[in-house]
């Protein structure tokens, strides 16, 4: 494993959010008991809100902020050696502010992780979703500078 990139790992429970995702879509899991519709990051069977069973996926607008982000120097796994530095960073949706997503800001999709130089990102910037199919076959989340 140490000389692979990493994968997501898909469980029952997200597997939606990969197929949206494989289908340019980021959507997010809520609550769907009409008495509460919160919506929950990473998903679950389970509203840790009401403690419903009832699930959806709702559509987001796929922009956000970076709400945090790291430089990995040099990185931890073998594989990456060749991208660094890159980013790893935290973003917080937009129009679902408690939710907080992990990726990379990109130049563009496909492009590799070390594409962006470094003294661009800020906290607080503004990014939007693109969809990135990776090389095992999973649509990545990653991330475009909006400025």
């Keep these: 494993m140490d000389d692979a990139l990493l994968t997501p790992v898909v469980d029952d ?11 340019g879509e980021l959507r997010v899991q ?18 840790p ?11 987001t607008s796929g922009r956000g902020r970076i ?20 980013n790893a960073v935290v973003v917080e949706l937009a129009d679902a502010p408690a939710i907080r997503l992990v990726g990379n ?3 563009g999709p496909g492009a ?9 990102l800020r906290i607080g ?3 939007r979703a693109v969809f990135c199919p990776d090389a095992s076959g999973t649509t990545l989340v990653r991330w475009l500078l909006e400025r």
Excluded: N
């Excluded at 008991?33 to 919160?38: H, R, T």
């Excluded at 790291?70 to 990456?80: E, F, Q, W």
């Design 13 to 23: 429970d997200g597997a939606p959010f990969w197929e949206y995702a494989a289908r």
């Design 30 to 47: 809520a609550c769907a008991a009409p008495e509460c519709g919160k919506l929950r990051f990473p998903p679950r069977p389970c509203c």
């Design 49 to 59: 809100h009401c403690r419903s069973f009832e699930s959806e996926w709702r559509a």
């Design 67 to 86: 709400w945090s982000y790291v430089l990995p120097h040099p990185p931890l796994l073998p594989a990456y050696a060749a991208q660094a530095p890159y």
């Design 105 to 107: 800001v990109v130049s």
């Design 112 to 120: 590799p992780l070390d594409s962006v130089d470094p003294g661009r």
């Design 125 to 127: 910037a503004p990014v």
